[in-house]
Each structure stands twice: as structure tokens, then as C-alpha cells.
């Protein structure tokens, strides 16, 4: 017996099509759009059960759209973010093939669009409501203006974070270019340059950045017309408006607008034909002289699945990228956050955070507030003990494990010696020297002993472990050059 779990998808899908064979199948006639997605949903009703069917196919509408070069893409309305997940997860590559079979050249793309009307019948997003109208027939105007009414605007922004201003942004080396192009672009009205690419790691104040753009536009220049929303909205605005058939005020009140700010823009990475939706709106914009600014986890160029043409058109202004934030510029966010929360926060608490927690901005507040609630849940005043004890989760995952081999390669390359140096008895200072360093760095950032330690280093004693953790101390007392050196190979190690 074959056992079903071991079909291959195709095997399946034959199968499928097999238990009710569909009148077009041959590719060369392939179905209209319209045809294609009713025999898809039929194939599925099949492979799944109607149960199954009417729970998770029966609810999402499908619209078409075809590109120049033929490709015929499937954008899929799902009504809600768990049935994405789910059908996604369960029968993405189902469909995907599916689909590509059924037309010549094909893909899927998916976005969760909530049913405009409140309805508890079983088909929400077609049948039943007064405004719906189900995506495929002949184009009806009447259906696209009824849905705009219903919703006020096609296009609706994301609300502002109030916190996210330029007042509480913290500046310093990591974030100024990032932050002086924000300053600049929130302050011009024809535009310098166009786009204005933010990018940088999770965390690290991109999205306070935009916010804070947005919010003195507001307050500056009433007049002018802002949108901010992720790229994730932007693809559901538009899923939206072909699935109520509205694309053209979509497009419209889109291409209207004087900013548009449009955040984490990696989401739509193989998401072609939103790509290509989101590339004719940013040419529209920048060919009227409006301001477009863009974020992103990566540079223009390394962008993940993202069409060339777009790729090079946003790397044509400015980019500004965001480092993550050094020490300094840690303390200084932890300050300004502290005295926000209310003051208490002893300085020694301060400088232990901006030590231990480098990861990104949003974890370093996260710790603060966690600390700040405590105290006042509690009714304690804030030690760094309390830190350490409320922390200890954060603190644990946050100190990377160091090796010793760790150590002695990364120390004998800064000094330009052999590794071997680390273990050889050879005594001359240029590789003595940084042998010590690396002793003193193992005792310091891994948990072994003194003899452990002394026997990773060619089976010296711990006495010799010891002396060379004194002689760079020493070292580092009087001379600063040096001191420098062993904190940034301290840092290099623990990144
Ligand atoms: P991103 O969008 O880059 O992932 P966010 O803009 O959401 O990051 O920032 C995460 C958190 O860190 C926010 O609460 C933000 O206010 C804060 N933050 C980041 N950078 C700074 C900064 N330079 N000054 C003050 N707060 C910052
Ligand atoms: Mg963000």
C-alpha cells in the first residue's frame, strides 16, 4: 500500500484532478482568470472536503492580474490573519501549483483583507452584504464607489505613535546622517532627494524616524498631504481595492498625496505584482516632485526577491542607514527614557544597561520599563541588584558564550601572530604579549577556572594566568592606547 502522506504534490493534485477532471486542463488554451480561479477553488473543494472547503477556500476571494510579459497573478483576500497563517502554512504550495498549472504563467500572492460588512452568514465576503460584490464579473463602478463610501477613504493611514518625535529622538554618531536626512526632509517642500531610504537592524528607531517626519509635517505644514503605512498595508490596500474593484481611487488618492512614507518596504520582496503597483506609485510621485521616503531592514541593493528596476530606483536619493547604537548613544537613550519614566534610575543601573543589553534600542527600553514597573509594583527603589534579579532572563541570552579558541584566534589576528603563538612556549614580548591579552580576556568573558585556562594555553600554570591577568591591568592603567585596544577586542568578541 502507498501510503498518502508520501504523494508528492503534483501526485496529489492529479489525483484531484483525476476524482473530477476539469473540462480545460490542456495548457495550450489556458482558462480566463475568472475560469482558472473557480476550477482552482473546485480542485480544492475535492482535495479537501467540503467541510474543510467551505472553512477555509469559501471565505477568501480571488482577483487577476495580468502583467505585460503575461503572468497572471493570483491575489488572494483573506479575511483574517490567522487564516493566512493557516492557509498559507496548509495549502500554500497546493495552490501555488495549482495555479500554475491552470495558467501559463503564474503566481500567488496574499494579503489579509478584512470583510467590509459585519455579517455572521457563512460567506461573509460575497454573497451576503449589501456592499461585496463578488471580485469577478464585468467591472461595476457602482460596487467601487459604495465600498470607498463605506470606508471613508480607500486608502487609510496607520495612526502615529505620539511618542515617536523628533524631541525624543536621542542622536548621536550611529543615527545622525539617518536623522539629519529626517530633519531635512520633514522641513523642505521640494524635495532634495527623492527618495529618502531609511535602513538599518530591527529596534534600532526607523519607524520613530518616519513618525517623527510625519508628526512635524503636521504641525509645520497643515496643508500638505502625508501618508505613512507599512509596506504590509500597502500591499492590503491594494488587495482591497482590486477585490472591491476600486483600483482606481486607490490609485488616485495614493498618487495625491505630497509624502509617502512607506515603512519596512522588505515585505513586498517576491511579492511581484504589489511590487509592480508600488513601483508606478513611486514613479508617479517622484515624477510629480513629491516626497517619498522608504524604510527598510536592508540597503536598495541588498533587498531580498526585489524586482532590479526598483532595487535601482530607490537607491536614488538619499540612503541613510542606521547603525546600532554604540555605548554612548545607549546611555544617552537610557537617560532621556529614565527621566521620562520619572527620574529614580540610579546612574550605576543606567551605565549596567548600556553595557550589557547592545542588542537594539527597542530591548534596551524594554529592560527600563520592566525595571521602572517593578519598583513601583513592588514598592522597592531601583539597585542593581533589583536590575539583576528582575533581568535575569534578558541578561542571560544577551551575554553571548566566548570560547577560548574564540578568543586566541581573534586576538593572535588583531596582533598579527600565529595561533600557535597562544600555546608555544616561545617568550618574546610581540607574541608574549598578546598571549597575556588573551589569558586576561578568558578569565574575563568565559566562565573557566585559572587552570583550566592555564591549560588551553600550551599547559601553563594558573600562577601564569594569573600574573599576565595583573600585567595587563597594569598595563591598562597607564596606558589608554592599550586600554582601548583590549575593550575593543572585548566588544569584537562579546558582539
Ligand atoms: P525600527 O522601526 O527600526 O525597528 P523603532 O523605530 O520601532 O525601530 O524603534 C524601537 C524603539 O526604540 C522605539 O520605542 C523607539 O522610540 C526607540 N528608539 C530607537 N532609536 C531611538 C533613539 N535614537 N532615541 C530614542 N528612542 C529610540
Ligand atoms: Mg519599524
Known amino acids: 500500500m502507498v501510503s498518502k502522506v508520501n504523494l508528492s504534490q503534483t501526485q496529489m493534485l492529479q489525483e484531484a484532478s483525476e476524482a473530477q477532471p476539469l473540462p480545460n486542463m490542456n495548457l495550450s488554451s489556458p482558462l480566463s482568470p475568472e475560469a482558472a480561479w473557480s476550477a482552482l477553488r473546485e480542485q480544492m473543494r475535492v482535495r479537501l472536503g467540503e467541510t474543510a472547503y467551505r472553512r477555509w477556500i469559501e471565505p477568501v476571494t480571488g482577483s487577476v492580474v495580468s502583467s505585460e510579459e503575461g503572468t497572471a497573478t493570483l491575489m488572494l483576500a483573506i479575511p483574517t490573519r490567522f487564516m493566512r497563517d493557516w492557509i498559507e502554512a496548509h495549502y500554500g504550495d497546493t495552490i501555488r501549483t495549482m495555479w500554475s498549472q491552470l495558467v501559463k504563467k503564474g503566481a500567488v500572492e496574499w494579503a489579509v483583507v478584512a470583510p467590509v460588512a459585519k455579517s455572521t452568514s457563512e460567506t461573509p465576503k460575497v454573497a451576503k452584504s449589501s456592499v461585496a460584490v463578488p471580485s469577478f464579473g464585468p467591472p461595476s463602478f457602482a460596487s467601487a464607489s459604495q465600498a470607498s463610501a463605506l470606508s471613508g477613504s480607500i486608502v487609510d493611514e496607520a495612526p502615529l505613535d505620539p511618542r515617536f518625535t523628533f524631541d525624543n529622538f536621542v542622536v548621536g554618531k550611529p543615527n545622525e546622517l539617518a536623522y539629519a536626512a529626517a530633519m531635512r526632509v520633514a522641513d523642505t517642500e521640494t524635495p532634495t532627494f527623492n527618495p529618502l531610504f531609511l535602513y538599518g537592524g530591527s529596534g534600532l528607531g526607523k519607524t520613530h524616524?518616519?513618525?517623527?517626519?510625519?508628526?512635524?509635517?503636521?504641525?509645520?505644514?497643515?496643508?500638505?498631504?502625508?501618508?505613512?503605512?507599512?509596506?504590509?498595508?500597502?500591499?492590503?490596500?491594494?488587495?482591497?481595492?482590486?477585490?472591491?474593484?476600486?483600483?482606481?481611487?486607490?490609485?488616485?488618492?495614493?498618487?495625491?498625496?505630497?509624502?509617502?512614507?512607506?515603512?519596512?518596504?522588505?515585505?513586498?520582496?517576491?511579492?511581484?505584482?504589489?511590487?509592480?503597483?508600488?513601483?508606478?506609485?513611486?514613479?508617479?510621485?517622484?515624477?510629480?516632485?513629491?516626497?517619498?521616503?522608504?524604510?527598510?531592514?536592508?540597503?536598495?541593493?541588498?533587498?531580498?526577491?526585489?524586482?532590479?528596476?526598483?532595487?535601482?530606483?530607490?537607491?536614488?536619493?538619499?540612503?541613510?542607514?542606521?547603525?546600532?547604537?554604540?555605548?554612548?548613544?545607549?546611555?544617552?537613550?537610557?537617560?532621556?527614557?529614565?527621566?521620562?519614566?520619572?527620574?529614580?534610575?540610579?546612574?550605576?543601573?543606567?551605565?549596567?544597561?548600556?553595557?550589557?543589553?547592545?542588542?537594539?534600542?527597542?530591548?534596551?527600553?524594554?529592560?527600563?520599563?520592566?525595571?521602572?514597573?517593578?519598583?513601583?509594583?513592588?514598592?522597592?527603589?531601583?539597585?542593581?541588584?533589583?536590575?539583576?534579579?528582575?533581568?535575569?532572563?534578558?541578561?542571560?541570552?544577551?551575554e553571548r558564550r566566548v570560547t577560548i579558541d574564540e578568543i586566541q584566534k581573534k586576538v593572535a589576528e588583531h596582533y598579527n601572530i600565529r595561533v600557535a603563538d597562544m600555546h608555544s612556549a616561545r617568550r618574546a614580548r610581540a607574541v608574549a604579549r598578546p598571549r597575556q591579552v588573551a589569558m586576561y580576556l578568558a578569565k574575563q568573558l568565559t566562565p573557566r577556572s585559572l587552570p583550566e585556562i592555564g591549560r588551553k594555553f600550551g599547559g601553563r600554570d594558573h600562577t601564569t594566568v594569573i600574573h599576565a591577568v595583573r600585567k595587563i591591568e597594569e598595563l591598562s592603567a597607564y596606558d589608554p592606547t592599550f586600554k582601548e585596544d583590549v575593550e575593543l577586542l572585548r566588544r569584537l568578541l562579546q558582539g
Do not use: C
Not at 501618508?227 to 477585490?243: C, G, N, T
Not at 544617552?332 to 543601573?349: Q, S
Not at 513592588?378 to 542593581?384: E, H, K, P
Open 209 to 398: 524616524l518616519m513618525h517623527a517626519i510625519a508628526w512635524h509635517i503636521r504641525q509645520n505644514y497643515p496643508n500638505r498631504r502625508v501618508i505613512y503605512m507599512s509596506a504590509e498595508k500597502f500591499m492590503y490596500q491594494f488587495v482591497r481595492a482590486l477585490r472591491y474593484k476600486d483600483t482606481v481611487s486607490f490609485k488616485e488618492q495614493f498618487r495625491s498625496v505630497d509624502v509617502l512614507m512607506i515603512d519596512d518596504v522588505q515585505f513586498i520582496g517576491g511579492k511581484d505584482t504589489t511590487q509592480e503597483e508600488f513601483f508606478h506609485t513611486f514613479n508617479a510621485l517622484v515624477d510629480r516632485n513629491r516626497q517619498v521616503i522608504v524604510s527598510a531592514d536592508k540597503s536598495p541593493q541588498d533587498l531580498d526577491r526585489m524586482e532590479e528596476r526598483l532595487r535601482s530606483r530607490l537607491g536614488w536619493g538619499l540612503v541613510a542607514d542606521l547603525h546600532p547604537a554604540n555605548y554612548e548613544l545607549r546611555l544617552g537613550i537610557l537617560h532621556a527614557k529614565a527621566e521620562k519614566l520619572g527620574g529614580g534610575v540610579p546612574d550605576k543601573v543606567i551605565e549596567f544597561l548600556a553595557h550589557k543589553i547592545a542588542s537594539n534600542v527597542r530591548e534596551l527600553e524594554g529592560a527600563l520599563n520592566r525595571i521602572v514597573a517593578h519598583a513601583q509594583l513592588v514598592g522597592r527603589t531601583i539597585s542593581l541588584e533589583m536590575t539583576q534579579e528582575v533581568l535575569a532572563d534578558v541578561l542571560r541570552v544577551t
